[in-house]
């Protein structure tokens, strides 16, 4: 069955970097699309990054610090969070989009099919 699962997650200072992992299985990753999203405490779930091929979206708010990418031979996306802010404390999750996207769409949580549980990331000094 479809499984994703994030790792990576911790505690850090402001300013540090830190690389999320998403291990999927059950699906073909190579034609699906990633997304990457988070959720601080008593907001919404809002979207970070997206990928599918060679295309790729961020949100404005993490834009030139985050970068994503995939290894399709080993089933991995991964996030790589650089010069992190204490506002990006919050719950990060991958959730799988198996069928074409449109990429105005990237950012909506109800476009996908299956979910991570989450890593927790916390930039606090």
């Known amino acids: 069955q479809v499984q994703l699962v994030e790792s990576g997650g911790g505690s850090v200072q402001p300013g540090a970097s830190l690389r999320l992992s998403c291990a999927a299985s059950?699906?073909?990753?190579?034609?699906?699309?990633i997304g990457w999203f988070r959720q601080a405490p008593g907001k919404e779930r809002e979207g970070v990054s997206y990928?599918?091929?060679?295309?790729?979206y961020y949100a404005d708010s993490v834009q030139g610090r985050f970068s994503v990418s995939r290894d399709n031979a080993k089933n991995m996306v991964y996030l790589q969070m650089n010069s992190l802010k204490p506002e990006d404390t919050a719950a990060y999750y991958c959730?799988?989009?198996?069928?074409?996207?449109?990429?105005?769409?990237?950012?909506?949580?109800?476009?996908?099919?299956?979910w991570g549980q989450g890593t927790q990331v916390t930039v606090s000094s």
């Open positions: 959730a799988v989009r198996l069928s074409s996207l449109s990429g105005r769409r990237w950012n909506n949580p109800r476009e996908y099919n299956y």
């Open positions: 059950g699906f073909p990753l190579s034609y699906s699309g």
């Open positions: 990928i599918r091929s060679g295309t790729t």
